[in-house]
């Protein structure tokens, strides 16, 4: 019997506070960039970096997702929050362990890695899986003067290579990532808030489906 090849996964995480073209732009530009079957976007419970003063239900977030990547191969998950993992170490270990036959890849704005030396185990998380850092207008040169840049600069590699990079299977390995420029997107969340501040009413009646463990999704207690 012939050997199954990998499921190449990208990972965006993030609130989707709500979702946008923003999102599905930068993911289905990575997706053609690194040749990903995939793209999961990790709707979160909650952000230890971020206030949840504002911060609308996770049933409204997932389903802002899921209808801002209907039509292609990107799936939006609330699996954080059925894993009752809070930090990005801990889902990555849990998802390493949960799905052996997918190789995942983490895909990052210019602006979270401009902060990533600020996230716990933030080495680990660059051992765990290769990264894909996409610019961002106005953090590209913040993120590559960052502290966490000043130890990963020396594992870049191109994008054609992050993939070629040896796997870790939830075992430590080399890190390994690749800076992914295109046409700026200057698109927010924060923008459409503003604009838009009743955003979520839209959702409050729906009970998504997560689109990768396939269970409804309710409002987290607590």
Do not use: C
Request: aromatic share 8%; hydrophobic share 40%.
């Amino acid at each position: 019997m012939p050997a199954m090849h990998p499921v190449h996964t990208g990972l965006l995480g993030g609130s989707f506070n709500p979702a946008h073209g923003g999102h599905r732009r930068i993911s289905l530009f990575a997706m053609d960039a690194l040749r990903l079957d995939e793209v999961w976007w990790m709707v979160s419970p909650g952000n230890p970096l971020k206030a949840k003063a504002g911060m609308a239900p996770l049933p409204a977030r997932l389903a802002s997702a899921r209808d801002m990547a209907r039509g292609t191969r990107i799936r939006a998950t609330a699996i954080e929050a059925q894993m009752h993992t809070r930090f990005t170490v801990d889902t990555l270990r849990a998802l390493i362990r949960r799905y052996p036959r997918r190789r995942f890849v983490w895909l990052m704005g210019a602006d979270n890695l401009a902060q990533f030396h600020r996230w716990r185990e933030w080495r680990t998380i660059a051992r765990l899986l290769p990264i894909a850092v996409i610019a961002r207008p106005g953090y590209d040169a913040a993120a590559l003067r960052s502290p966490a840049m000043a130890w990963l600069r020396r594992y870049r590699v191109s994008s054609a290579g992050l993939l070629e990079k040896p796997y870790s299977h939830g075992r430590t390995r080399s890190p390994a990532w690749a800076f992914l420029r295109f046409d700026p997107d200057s698109r927010s969340a924060t923008a459409i808030r503003a604009k838009s501040p009743g955003w979520a009413g839209d959702h409050a009646s729906r009970t998504p489906r997560d689109r990768v463990t396939h269970r409804i999704i309710s409002q987290p207690k607590g």
